[in-house]
């Protein structure tokens, strides 16, 4: 069969990327029958289906978010584990993106297509790294698929957070990070950097950390940044979830360093929009190179741009001479970045 054959049996609909054999859906918008799940963020797992089958980790993340109820039945498989759904062959191998995140790798009638869901090449030391898998259809994000998006290495990035720490040990340094994957990394590789002082969170902060722990990622030393007598925060490292940066939470803090730690502190558009003083340059997903490095390393004949800057991605790609269209599934937003 021809690589255009997959669209036979995997295509979009108005209720997300449907394998008709298989009688799934992929990361769809709304409640369905039966979903398979990549990851946990918000735009990507969603309450009310009937049944879920999705990576451990990711399991744990949705109930956590959403409650034990926010699917009618789950189940858990591991990377590499091999099951047959209707006939379709299903595996889950590692996304790179954040903890539990999985690339599902479809393949039917001698056809293999890999749905990558959100993912990054860059190293991450929560999360298990991307792995490659060779494919006829690659379906592939693009939430930064421009070519000034080519993001700073994650460890000197943070290097810079502590430098300034250093600097000013009289001001707090209040960073804003998205919740699950974004705040989790920051704190592992400040760990890794040497910084064995104690990081206080934000309230909304806890439980997912709490969750990563369980999963047998060391974050050290970690406290909730709560108010004492005692206590004025000065020198210290807090993070917190981006909104919380400029409410009334972060007046506790006096004369903060603010800082975001984001694939969009790349423009300075969103830096001035944001008001920080330390824009951090960490996203969670692949930048423009790490793009199409990925897209060529798979030689998949089709490729299938899902959400982001799909336009640009697939201009490119036929420059390149690669087959590729944009599929406009509804639903993601870039809330992990």
């Known amino acids: 069969m021809a690589a255009g ?7 979009p609909t108005d209720r997300g990327l449907y394998c008709e054999p298989g009688q799934f859906f992929i990361d769809p918008p709304r409640a369905v029958d039966r979903a398979v799940i990549t990851h946990g963020h918000s735009d ?4 009310g289906h009937g049944a879920v089958l999705a990576t451990e980790a990711t399991v744990n993340i949705m109930r956590l978010r959403m409650g034990e109820t926010c699917a009618g039945s789950f189940q858990c498989m591991s990377y590499g584990e091999r099951q047959s759904v209707n006939g379709v062959s299903v595996h889950l191998v590692p996304a790179g993106h954040i903890l539990g995140s999985a690339q599902v790798v479809l393949e039917w009638q001698g056809q293999r297509a890999v749905v990558s869901g959100d993912y990054k090449r860059a190293a991450d030391p929560t999360c298990a790294a991307f792995e490659l898998v060779p494919c006829d259809v690659f379906v592939t994000e693009a939430t930064f698929a421009l070519p000034v998006f080519q993001h700073e290495p994650a460890h000197a990035e943070v290097g810079r957070l502590l430098s300034s720490l250093a600097r000013q040990p009289e001001r707090a340094h209040l ?3 998205y919740g699950l994957g974004k ?26 950390c709490d969750l990563y722990r369980r999963h047998g990622v ?14 004025d925060f000065a020198g210290a490292l807090v993070l917190c979830p981006p909104s919380a940066v400029d409410d009334r939470w972060s007046r506790r803090f006096p004369d903060p360093v603010t800082g975001f730690a984001s694939g969009w502190m790349r423009i300075k558009g969103r830096i001035r929009q944001t008001g920080v003083e330390l824009p951090l340059v960490i996203s969670d997903h692949a930048d423009w190179p790490e ?7 798979t030689n998949a004949g089709d490729v299938w741009v ?10 490119q790609l036929g420059l390149m001479g690669r087959k590729a ?8 937003e870039d809330e992990d970045d």
């Open 5 to 11: 054959a997959v669209e036979q049996w995997l295509y």
């Open 44 to 47: 990507h797992a969603r309450p």
């Open 218 to 231: 060391d974050l050290g030393d970690l406290r909730p940044a709560t108010l004492d007598n005692n206590h």
């Open 306 to 315: 899902t959400h982001g800057r799909d336009d640009a991605l697939v201009y």
């Open 291 to 297: 793009l199409l490095t990925t897209i060529t390393e």
């Open 175 to 177: 960073v804003g990070a």
């Open 325 to 332: 269209r944009a599929l406009s599934l509804v639903g993601f």
């Open 183 to 208: 705040t989790q990394r920051v704190i592992k590789l400040a760990r890794e950097a040497g910084y064995d002082a104690p990081i206080y969170l934000h309230g909304a902060l806890i439980g997912l």
